[in-house]
């Protein structure tokens, strides 16, 4: 399970899911906003903010109850107030270890992943310091909903916590680690982490010692899931399309009976001395980065300042008009900059970042990060800047606020901090800070004195620190009530035929289709997806510079800067931008109804208008070439590129020729801006292409408006289709050798002749899933991570081509998995045996029930977010599709029998005809990677 750590701003939200039934369907019942139920006996009413109603159990746990009619999901988040910091001496790690095992089953849940997946819940969990949360999402369903709270209550107390377990997940933990000490930046915020604390437990890696993970004792790790997992320690976070007084009923039946242990929860005591001089830390590993970061010491959570210190890490981190980037990378150096944010229980680090090229100056980039962070007394941070940061702020709230599920899971930071409205309180003190508290924070804490960079300096006058007591969350919280709940929108029940009827498709001068599709949305949310297709592959030949073009667009426009472009989407409240590639080039935005008009202008404006600035074109190539150079000596590209170069059929110039890293590089260097204004002089036009609008909108204004801005604008050469074709490809196994990288990655693939409306197609998506589809519980995952504990991660993808006219059949079937180079021989074998085994034996009709119930759900899912339902109604008007081919495949799907499944495995998938490369720390008996990547 993945480790996360709280951001500074919440997370760019996923689109809405689950939304509308409108004039053209019998409209639900839409309910008032949410107000508290009259809790059952035994649960005591709490506070409620903006839709969010809290109680208490007797035995102490929290529930929070987030109703919304409009989304035909839940999820159920529970947060335990345990994390790397409540570990002790021998312990570090527990944890997260811990987090692990909980999947490993219940004497009443013997296969917890099995049994998720058969509901079709998403699910995962993460450990960070101050917290552990589970989780899991699915379509609105009560007889779900009940079994995923007894599930949590059960594995609560009742979790089996075994040594075999502990032994089969041991080498699953250490590949995570692994692949943690592939990451230069990980390893080194993790080295400036544990030197800036010198007795607090933040300075531990969440995922603990090697050491104490490998030889902890079954006793030990029982004994920390018997002290902490416990009703009086958690919280249960219940949002989405529910009932709440049903709900609460529910959560009460399956938690009320677990009793409140005795004795109390411990309390922690340690805390860091205030910091007397600067600290330095050193890394030396392999790689072509460079990087530098500071680190410095500042309160927790709860305290006043939090607010003015995330304005400030915005104001200095943000891209392109922050501070770092203004000085770092439009000075030439720093390749990209970034700032992060503590918001935890204790005290924390508020810390800024550079990453160069090998060759930088990087004494005069560390000189000049540290100068933008320490000497703001002497340049005060203004006005202006305060408020554009608020603003970003303020954008990222409202449209995490959209999305339930997404406010279900940012709770879990607020509750680890000491109280979930924290995440409120949060957001209204951060729109009150203005210059003179900016300032004043940069100069109380953004210290020499108070920073963790490099060096020790003695002086006669040390400047410290102080970091002040915060106040608890209570107190914070006195008299707080929060602001109006978001209306939600209608309700609406996304299936293939009702997106079809509430759907409007036509066609717009001679090329340009569009499907709208208007509802109400929660927040009046719009999402637009809109691609614009030119050239073939005559025209396009040895004009790999098209992607180049694409990447520039949005830099600046004969109108707009960089900056004016990034303010006034900020200004609109809308997120995406425009892009474009070889082919294509198109738009995507997440707008309002009162903004996307203005979004969409500024849009088609950008597109039409780009003005290429040599300073933002040097800044992208700087860029690129880093990324690409650091990329040569990492497992995963490496491994990947071989693969590519091994299956690519496309000659050098082709428009879908795969390029080497080398190719790139030198692709990238040679380029011109006169090459790319030429691309986009010859190439780009919005005449022919696909434009899908889904969310809150006027259909007759949002037509007219996309007939003013796209018609009319013809390519000079018209776009046509490259046919791609299936291509027999001998095996290969290869290992590639990337010293130093205790993460080994291996990728493998056997090409396919396969087109999306083939009669097996169906049967094959049935087998992919089977094999490779579920992390944990498909045949490759439950052989080789949860018995044999060989890998991390471990799944299987496959690719079916899909046509305008005639029958394109490039498909393909991929497999990728990461292990410690050790390991690699013994992980191939088991690929190897998996997939013989499939198509010796077949699938069964357990799994076939199991597979087609999930693809269900995942398909559901799909259509549920708005994000997603744009690029398939956008696709669908690509391939002369309507949502009628969706409710065939899903209808072929349920009627597969087992021996149409095992007659197509037979027929199509060949394990003596796949390829395998591996990448990583081989001890000298690979092929140098940057050898090969030469080599073609």
Not at 27 to 39: D, G, R, S, T
Not at 40 to 66: H, K, M, S, T
Not at 264 to 278: F, K, R, Y
């Amino acid at each position: 399970m993945p480790i996360r750590r709280p951001r500074t701003r919440p997370s760019a939200p996923t689109p809405l899911l689950g939304l509308a039934l409108a004039c053209l369907l019998p409209l639900h019942a839409i309910p008032a906003l949410a107000q508290p139920v009259a809790p059952p006996r035994g649960v005591a009413a709490g506070p409620c903010v903006e839709g969010i109603c809290e109680y208490r159990l007797d035995n102490g746990l929290r529930v929070l109850l987030f109703p919304d009619a409009s989304k035909p999901t839940v999820t159920v988040n529970i947060a335990y107030g345990v994390g790397s910091v409540n570990e002790n001496y021998g312990e570090t790690g527990m944890a997260h270890l811990l987090e692990h095992l909980m999947f490993k089953g219940t004497p009443d849940h013997a296969d917890i992943p099995a049994q998720m997946k058969r509901r079709g819940i998403e699910k995962n969990a993460t450990t960070s310091l101050d917290r552990t949360n589970y989780y899991g999402s699915f379509p609105a369903n009560d007889a779900t909903l009940d079994w995923l709270l007894g599930l949590e209550a059960d594995r609560m107390v009742n979790s089996n916590i075994a040594r075999a377990d502990l032994d089969s997940e041991m080498t699953v933990v250490r590949n995570e680690m692994e692949r943690g000490e592939n990451n230069p930046g990980a390893v080194m915020f993790q080295r400036l982490r544990s030197t800036a604390f010198l007795w607090h437990n933040y300075g531990h890696s969440t995922i603990g010692a090697r050491a104490d993970v490998e030889h902890v004792p079954i006793e030990r790790l029982q004994a920390f899931y018997k002290r902490w997992y416990r009703p009086d320690n958690a919280t249960v976070i219940v949002a989405g399309r529910i009932d709440p007084a049903a709900t609460l009923a529910r959560v009460k039946a399956r938690f009320a009976g677990i009793p409140r242990p005795a004795a109390p929860l411990p309390v922690a005591w340690t805390a860091d001395s205030t910091q007397d001089g600067e600290r330095e830390v050193t890394v030396r590993r392999s790689g072509d980065m460079r990087l530098v970061a500071a680190g410095y010491h500042v309160p927790a959570a709860t305290h006043p300042d939090s607010a003015a210190l995330a304005v400030l890490m915005d104001v200095l981190g943000d891209t392109p008009g922050g501070r770092l980037h203004e000085a770092l990378v439009d000075g030439h150096l720093a390749a990209g900059t970034g700032t992060s944010l503590d918001t935890l229980r204790d005290s924390g680090l508020a810390a800024v970042l550079l990453v160069a090229p090998r060759d930088t100056d990087i004494d005069k980039a560390e000189a000049t990060l540290l100068a933008q962070v320490e000497d703001i007394a002497r340049h005060p941070v203004t006005e202006e800047e305060v408020a554009r940061a608020r603003q970003r702020i303020a954008n990222g709230y409202e449209q995490n606020f959209n999305n339930v599920n997404a406010v279900a899971m940012a709770l879990t930071e607020s509750v680890a901090a000491g109280d979930w409205r924290l995440y409120f309180l949060r957001r209204d003190s951060i729109a009150a800070v203005d210059a003179d508290d900016v300032n004043r924070v940069a100069r109380a804490y953004f210290k020499r004195s108070n920073r963790t960079l490099a060096r020790f300096v003695p002086t006669d006058a040390p400047d410290r620190a102080d970091i002040p007591e915060a106040p608890t969350a209570a107190e914070r919280l006195a008299g707080y009530v929060g602001r109006q709940a978001i209306d939600a929108g209608e309700t609406f029940d996304p299936t293939p035929a009702r997106i079809d009827a509430r759907t409007e498709t036509f066609t717009l001068g001679e090329g340009l289709k569009v499907s709208l599709l208007p509802k109400d949305t929660r927040g009046d949310v719009v999402t637009v997806n809109a691609t614009f297709r030119y050239g073939d592959a005559t025209s396009l030949r040895g004009r790999e510079v098209g992607a180049l073009a694409g990447a520039m667009l949005m830099r600046g426009s004969t109108r707009l800067s960089r900056q004016e472009i990034a303010d006034r989407f900020e200004a609109l409240r809308t997120t995406g931008g425009v892009s474009g590639g070889l082919q294509s080039a198109g738009l995507t935005l997440q707008s309002r109804r009162d903004t996307v008009g203005e979004a969409l202008a500024l849009a088609a404006d950008i597109l039409r208008h780009p003005a290429f600035p040599e300073r933002e074109f040097e800044q992208f190539r700087l860029q690129a070439i880093t990324g690409l150079e650091a990329s040569l000596k990492e497992p995963g590209p490496v491994a990947s590129n071989a693969l590519a170069a091994h299956f690519d059929p496309w000659p050098e110039g082709h428009p879908l020729h795969q390029q080497s890293t080398a190719e790139s590089l030198a692709m990238i260097r040679a380029a011109t801006l006169d090459e790319l204004k030429a691309f986009h002089r010859d190439f780009y036009g919005t005449g022919e292409g696909e434009i899908a609008v889904v969310g809150d909108f006027d259909p007759v204004a949002m037509k007219a408006e996309l007939e003013r801005l796209f018609v009319g604008w013809t390519s000079p050469h018209p776009y046509a289709p490259i046919a791609t074709r299936f291509t027999r490809v001998g095996p290969a196994d290869e290992r590639l050798q990337t010293p130093d990288k205790a993460n080994a990655v291996l990728v493998a693939r056997s090409n396919l002749s396969l087109n999306e409306d083939d009669a097996e197609y169906p049967a094959l998506l049935v087998a992919n899933q089977v094999l490779g589809g579920d992390p944990l519980k498909a045949r490759l995952g439950d052989r080789l991570r949860q018995q044999d504990g060989l890998t991390y991660g471990i799944g299987s993808g496959l690719r079916a081509d899909a046509s305008i006219e005639g029958r394109d059949d490039a498909g393909y079937l991929v497999i990728q998995a990461s292990a410690a180079p050790g390991n690699v021989d013994r992980l191939e074998a088991g690929i190897r045996e998996e997939l013989q085994r499939l198509v010796r034996d077949g699938i069964t009709a357990d799994e076939l029930k199991d597979t087609v119930q999930a693809l269900r759900v995942e398909r559901e899912q799909a259509l549920a977010a708005d994000g997603n339902l744009v690029g398939i109604l956008g696709r669908n008007l690509y391939l002369g599709r309507t949502m009628a081919w969706s409710a065939r495949l899903d209808a072929r799907l349920q009627a597969l029998t087992v021996d149409e499944v095992n007659a197509a495995i037979r027929r199509h998938l060949d394990p003596d005809a796949l390829s395998v490369f591996s990448a990583g720390d081989f001890g000298g008996g690979g092929v140098a990677a940057p050898a090969r990547e030469d080599a073609r």
